[in-house]
């Protein structure tokens, strides 16, 4: 409840007709607040989003376009960790963001970090730097984060969305929370929750592994067809 994306869906799931879910659990949550009229599992729109743009950026590396020769990076290292880092709960507690600035400059690789700018902010405040295998940038677009996501070994964030796109791109995920709204992730072995800990984090990049349920979790691509479909059904009735 201290997260405000959280008091907001509240809000707007208690005043809606329509409630498009992108799981079972988060119908079963729903259900649990009471809310059971107009709720339908429909998968997630994001993901249709990412197989959208991940076909724009496949057609134009085939057309020898580099979405990344842009970003601020003379070279994109051939195996790097893709890092954010914006949740207030991470950059207002400079302990907490201590632990996360040492932990990236121990990993055994490279980091790319866009570096938003709330952390930059923060990072001056507490006099927190970053150690040479992290290459800071500056914030990005939708479709250079995705490529980077494409390219990444594995993804370090604080962000919920960047959770499910690591998980659309079957890229292992380490989530700088101690709880996450994308509860399958976890429960499927592709996302590791470590909080701002040091350790923790260190333990989980050391065990980076793909693990070999590759089901996806968040529909087939055709969110956006299922809703049309019901609210043409429900205008009929």
Known sequence: MRMPEEQNRILTDH?????????????????????????????????????????????EEKQGLNRLENIGLKKIPQQFLLATIHRADNTDD???????????????????????????????????????????????????????????KAIITDSGGVQKEACFMQKPCITLREETEW?????KGWNTLTGPDKNKILRAVNKLNTPNDTINLYGNGKTGVNVLEILFNESLS
């Open 183 to 187: 509860v399958e992730t976890v429960e």
């Open 94 to 152: 400079a302990t907490r963001l201590a632990q996360i600035v040492e932990a990236l400059s121990e990993v055994p690789f490279e980091v790319i970090l866009p570096l938003h700018p709330r952390t930059r902010k923060k990072l001056a405040e507490a006099g927190l730097i970053l150690k040479h295998n992290a290459h800071v940038i500056e914030p990005i677009g939708y479709l250079e984060m995705l490529a980077l996501e494409m390219k990444a």
């Open 15 to 59: 005043l809606s007709t329509w409630l498009f879910c992108p799981t079972d659990t988060a119908v079963k949550n729903l259900g649990r607040e009471g809310i059971t009229n107009g709720v339908h599992q429909v998968g997630d729109i994001m993901y249709d989003a990412t197989l959208y743009y991940q076909n724009v950026l496949l057609n």
